[in-house]
């Protein structure tokens, strides 16, 4: 069956330090990958895409690997800051533009 | 510009009642998505239109949901009678992808149907 899974449902990180989120895999052939941010009260708010034959992609503090063989990507926020604190979202868009989303992991920046 | 606008932003009604979402895309996006999203998971597709026909309604449980986009523009999702599974949040998102090319959505803030 196809499966979306991120690493954990919460991950506490201190301010400064860089966190990494995680998104796997299995049975999609995603030709994107995408990251999303949603706060409380809020819908999504798209952040970066990468690319199946792309390994990274930079975005300020924001770092996106994509392993098309793992089956993964990760997520790294650098020098986070509370303000980044807030559920971050992965999804896979297929051939037809359709996005399926992994469950979500809440990351909160502790000062 | 503005964003994605739905309506209402919450929804209290009982079980057996219909209930009607409203969502105003961006403009100038073709593509038109509404999804369901529990608490504590990621948004679900429960159907997309690009400009107004519905090109994939898969996931749509169509005894009780129907939607439409006259127009190629606003959509309304229905839910009649809504049962008390049905109570969740419903994102709207809209885009001006073309299909198998990077496809960036916007979502709307959803509305929160609580159904007793």
């Known amino acids: 069956s196809q499966k979306i899974e991120q690493n954990s449902e919460a991950l506490n990180i201190q301010e400064g330090k860089t966190a990494t989120l995680t998104c796997n895999y299995t049975?999609?052939?995603?030709?994107?990958l995408q990251w999303y941010r949603q706060d409380p009260g809020r819908g999504p708010v798209f952040l970066l895409l990468?690319?199946?034959?792309?390994k990274e992609k930079r975005k300020e503090r924001l770092k996106v690997t994509f392993d098309t063989t793992l089956k993964q990507s990760l997520f790294h926020i650098t020098a986070s800051q509370p303000a980044d604190s807030a559920t971050y979202l992965c999804?896979?868009?297929?051939?037809?533009?359709?996005?399926?989303f992994g469950t979500g992991t809440r990351l909160t920046v502790i000062p | 510009e503005a964003g994605v606008v739905q309506s209402p932003r919450y929804k209290i009604i009982e079980k057996k009642q219909p209930v009607a979402l409203w969502c105003n895309p961006i403009?100038?996006?073709?593509?038109l998505y509404w999804y369901l999203q529990n608490l504590g998971q990621g948004p679900e597709l429960l159907i997309r239109?690009?400009?107004?026909?519905?090109?994939?309604d898969s996931q749509l449980p169509k005894d009780r949901f129907s939607a439409e986009r006259l127009k190629g523009v606003d959509s309304t999702l229905k839910i009649q009678p809504a049962e008390l599974g049905d109570s969740a949040v419903y994102l709207c998102?809209?885009?001006?992808?073309?299909?198998?090319?990077?496809?960036?959505?916007?979502f709307g803030p959803g509305t929160r149907l609580t159904v007793l």
């Open positions: 998102a809209s885009s001006a992808g073309t299909a198998g090319r990077a496809d960036t959505q916007y």
């Open positions: 049975n999609y052939s995603p030709a994107y």
């Open positions: 990468i690319r199946e034959n792309e």
């Open positions: 999804a896979l868009q297929t051939g037809a533009n359709n996005l399926f």
């Open positions: 403009s100038g996006h073709n593509t």
């Open positions: 239109y690009e400009n107004e026909e519905a090109v994939d």
